[in-house]
């Protein structure tokens, strides 16, 4: 009966920090898509989170079991998709049309993957991604600022406080 009630409570603690992630896009039907994380930026060691083959109707579902908030990424062909996880939290995103990356870029030395925060459907208020891309929005509109000599200190102490 112990061993019953243990393994009990092992399974629904580790239902607890599971996430899903779901979607859909039909541009991806039939393709493999993998969601990864970087643990450590010196050796850029890449753990696969889940692996899940996209339906014919475009649906999909990752289930990830988090402890903490972490980066996830999913290669897109010429994007490289990023999703916050957070413990316990579920996401619906939506997946820009798949574009394969060209021969031609792949034999280019300088190509890189676009980085692109994923979009989301009904995204809470204080999700972390909504005040991620918040603030990117908010960096980027003093960084053309910047660029264009249309800098007041008003500007800066905003895009600080935020």
């Given at each position: 009966m112990r061993k019953l009630l243990v393994i009990t409570y092992l399974f629904a603690s580790l239902s607890l920090f599971a996430s899903q992630i779901t979607g859909v896009a039909p541009s991806y039907a039939g393709k493999t898509l993998v969601l990864s994380t970087v643990?450590?930026?010196?050796?850029?060691?890449?753990?696969?989170?889940?692996?899940?083959?996209?339906?014919?109707d475009g649906s999909f579902t990752?289930?990830?079991?988090?402890?903490?908030?972490?980066?996830?990424?999913?290669?897109?062909g010429l994007y490289n998709g990023v999703i916050y996880i957070e413990k316990g939290k579920d996401y619906s995103i939506n997946l820009p049309l798949r574009k394969e990356v060209s021969r031609k870029q792949r034999l280019n030395?300088?190509?890189?993957?676009?980085?692109?925060?994923?979009?989301?459907n009904n995204l809470p208020e204080g999700d972390i991604n909504r005040t991620i891309a918040d603030f990117e929005d908010t960096f980027d509109s003093v960084w053309v600022d910047i660029n264009k000599n249309i800098?007041?200190?008003?500007?800066?102490?905003?895009?600080?406080?935020?």
């Open positions: 643990h450590d930026g010196w050796g850029a060691t890449r753990e696969t989170l889940d692996t899940c083959t996209v339906a014919e990752f289930e990830v079991n988090v402890d903490k908030t972490i980066q996830g990424q999913i290669n897109l030395p300088y190509f890189k993957q676009q980085t692109l925060l994923l979009s989301f800098v007041t200190t008003e500007k800066i102490d905003s895009a600080m406080t935020y």
